[in-house]
């Protein structure tokens, strides 16, 4: 029943921002994954979660090593903050907990609780992380408010359609 890739629990949005900009800045748009790594004075290990997560939205591509900034990437990064919110609403659509979040919130307002049952009843191994509900509860702060797909009120999350 899982159907849809996983947005990497631990990735930030300004973690993804900054990814982009040093590719393009500092590499012309493209760059091998360790000169990358060094280049952002981090370890491999730390720049996954925002490497699978700017994959996962299409941003870049990873081939032989090799980081390159894809044209939707590109687009992204040139767009005014109003427009990065709108891709980013598509994007986030086609991705979990995304998705399931946002159908729940349509119907309902409902709690981060709600949302891991749901992804444990559609397969998702990743909702049984350990400090899901808290993780969760930060991606879709980060992500799923800030590109309009969410809201928040108290404890509670809804859609905006």
Do not use: C
Request: no cysteine; net charge negative; aromatic share 8%.
């Amino acid at each position: 029943m899982v159907d849809l890739p996983f947005m990497p629990l631990d990735a930030r949005l300004a973690d993804v921002l900054g990814l982009l900009d040093t590719l393009i800045n500092e590499f012309n748009g493209q760059a091998d994954i360790f000169m990358l790594a060094k280049e952002t004075n981090s370890d491999i290990d730390d720049i996954m979660p925002a490497l699978n997560a700017a994959v996962y939205l299409g941003f870049v591509e990873v081939k032989d090593g090799d980081v390159k900034i894809t044209n939707a990437g590109r687009e992204f990064l040139s767009a005014r903050i109003a427009d990065r919110k709108k891709i980013l609403r598509q994007k986030l659509l086609g991705l979990e907990p995304f998705r399931t979040a946002y159908n729940l919130g349509l119907s309902k307002p409902f709690t981060i609780n709600e949302l891991v049952e749901e992804l444990n009843k559609k397969g998702y191994v990743e909702a049984r992380e350990p400090g899901i509900a808290h993780l969760l509860e930060i991606l879709l702060a980060e992500w799923g408010v800030f590109a309009g797909i969410l809201k928040k009120r108290g404890n509670e999350y809804i859609a905006i359609p």
